[in-house]
């Protein structure tokens, strides 16, 4: 009878801490900031929208650049296919964000700004080229000071629950 008693008492214990696991886990995952409690704010909606579009181009710039590498004739398929692969994982870090962004994750706030500052001396570097990378150079230079814009606005901040200097002196 003894082992059967010592066969059990392992069973429950661990019974115990699953279920008590389950319990804690939704109740973390469920209070992400402080700000949820309202509607989600439209700059920052659209601060989601545009690092979603900037990560979706990297994203089919790069598979494209795979897909050339693999099926076309580059000077350099290695080079072609490595870059592929670069831009499809830089991709990954707009899109991260923009989910973050809309579930108003305060994490999220510094890939989007990140993004929006790497894209800046790509458009100077479009901008400065001839022909007709000056109009991609542009488009990029307004999408990326407009998502700055839109991330930093007070409002986006509040959402996120991110707080500001203190105030109190």
């Keep these: 009878m003894s082992t059967s008693d010592k066969g059990t008492t392992p069973k ?21 900031s402080p700000a949820d409690d309202g509607p989600r704010p439209g700059r920052l909606t659209a601060a989601a929208a545009v690092c979603g579009l900037e990560g979706l181009a990297l994203a089919v710039g790069g598979v494209y650049l795979l897909v050339m590498g693999l099926l076309g004739r580059p000077d350099s398929p290695a080079q072609a296919e490595m870059g592929g692969v670069t831009l499809v994982a830089l991709g990954a870090i707009p899109l991260l964000a923009a989910r973050g962004l809309l579930l108003r994750r305060s994490w999220s706030r510094g890939p989007a700004m990140i993004t929006q500052i790497m894209a800046l001396p790509v458009a100077y570097t479009l901008l400065t080229s001839t022909g007709g990378l000056i109009p991609a150079g542009i488009v990029l230079a307004v999408v990326a000071v407009t998502g700055l814009v839109l991330i930093l606005n007070p409002a986006t901040t509040e959402a996120l629950g991110i707080g500001g200097p203190a105030r109190d002196a």
């Design 12 to 32: 429950t214990t661990p019974r115990t801490d699953s279920k008590a696991t389950p319990r804690t886990g939704p109740a973390t995952a469920s209070a992400p």
